[in-house]
Structures are given as C-alpha cells and as structure tokens.
C-alpha cells in the first residue's frame, strides 16, 4: 500500500513561532486530508488539499502532487494549536484514507 | 453543524466480554467508515459500508469484530470477545458522495476502549 511520512515527528513551539510540518506520500493520490486531533481525539478537518494552495486564517496548506508532498504551515502559532497533526491520502479514489504516524506539536507560552 | 455522532465517549470491559460502539454519520452521507487508532499511531482503515454495503472489510479481524449497518444510516462495530489489544480509540467516519472519490472525510469524537 501506500506509504505515508510525516516530519517532523515532534516539535515543540514558543507562542508566536512559525513552523511547517511536511507529509510525503510514496504513490499518486486522489485526495488529500491534513486533520488536527485535540486533547480529547477527535479529528478537526483543517484541509482537503489534494493539489494546490489553500488557506484558513493562521493555517494553510500546499500539496505539489507531482513531487509526491504537501506542507502545512502553522503562523504565529498559539497554545491551542497544541495537538497532532495529521496527513491522511487516498491512494485508490475509494475514499480510503492512509493516514501518516502525525506530528506532535506543543506550543508553550 | 451538521456531526459524526459516536457513542459511547468512554468504555472500559474485561477480556473476553462483548462490547459495541454506535455511530450516526452526517445526514446524507452515503459512505460510512470505522478506523482504529493505537495509542501513537495514525488511525487505520477497518470496514467501509457504501449505503447498508459492504465494500472493504479486509483488515477487520473477522473472527471478532463485526460490523453492520442495516438501514444504511447509522451503524454498529461490535467485538465479542474482547482482547486486551484491542483497547484503541475507534473512529467512524463519513463522506458525501457514493463512487465519487474526491469527496472530504469527517470524522466523529471516537470512543476510547480499555480491555482490563
């Protein structure tokens, strides 16, 4: 199947930093998700992205699907966006999502 | 706003007893999914129901797990029996449009299980 790598693995974060948390994907996909799961687990939609550039207030996201990548990127970043962060990809169109391990990310006050 | 419903949030059983989860995906959404996420791990596909369908159960541990969603709406994972390895978060998810593969996933609240 295909192979889902997200890096950094973790990161911690001073409020206010700027960060970009990088998902490589080892085949074509369909469909491009990045979701933040809170303290509780839930999984927040923060994109579908399965091409180009998007953005939502202090997040946005790019995927470069030739290259096989996508980066989200995280500005003046606040305590609340604590949390992991994940990429997921449909490699099939089925809507069977792949996720990657996540990234890990504390902000600090 | 239009949500994932999961119930229940929490459930801790001990090995060997029967145990179920219930999920109501959004209104209108054809295509159901269950997930299960091990602690530090990203979440992996378990079934997928289109309408009250089947169309991938090949990583559900059918000697087990079983999974139906009779009406097409709302659907139910049931264990029997549990296994200390099976305490997970479970996730259902569901998306818009049958066959349509550029179609984005939402995911309800989950329920953490603890085998004991």
């Known amino acids: 199947g295909i192979q889902v790598e997200q890096s950094p693995p973790d990161l911690i974060l001073q409020e206010g930093a700027n960060s970009t948390l990088r998902c490589n994907f080892s085949?074509?996909?369909?469909?491009l998700q990045w979701f933040h799961q809170n303290p509780w687990g839930q999984l927040i939609n923060l994109f579908y992205?399965?091409?180009g550039t998007k953005q939502n207030g202090r997040l946005s996201a790019t995927t470069v699907a030739t290259e096989r990548y996508s980066l989200l990127y995280i500005s003046s970043s606040q305590t609340t966006d604590s949390g992991v962060y994940f990429c997921?990809?449909?490699?099939?169109?089925?809507?069977?999502?792949?996720f990657g391990k996540g990234n890990q990310v504390v902000v600090i006050p | 706003e239009a949500e994932v419903a999961q119930s229940p949030r929490y459930k801790i059983t001990e090995k060997s007893q029967a145990v179920a989860f219930w999920c109501d995906p959004i209104?209108?959404?054809?295509?159901l999914y269950w997930y299960r996420q091990i602690l530090g791990q990203g979440p992996e596909l378990l079934v997928q129901?289109?309408?009250?369908?089947?169309?991938?159960d090949s990583q559900l541990p059918k000697d087990r797990f079983s999974a139906e969603r009779l009406k097409g709406v709302d659907s139910t994972l049931k264990i029997q029996p549990a296994e200390l390895g099976d305490s997970a978060m479970y996730l259902c998810?569901?998306?818009?449009?049958?066959?349509?593969?550029?179609?984005?996933?939402?995911f309800g609240q989950g329920t953490r299980l603890t085998v004991v």
């Open positions: 998810a569901s998306s818009l449009v049958a066959g349509n593969p550029n179609t984005e996933a939402f």
């Open positions: 085949d074509s996909v369909n469909n």
């Open positions: 992205i399965p091409s």
């Open positions: 997921a990809v449909d490699h099939y169109g089925n809507n069977r999502l792949a």
């Open positions: 209104s209108g959404h054809a295509t």
């Open positions: 129901f289109q309408d009250e369908s089947v169309v991938d």
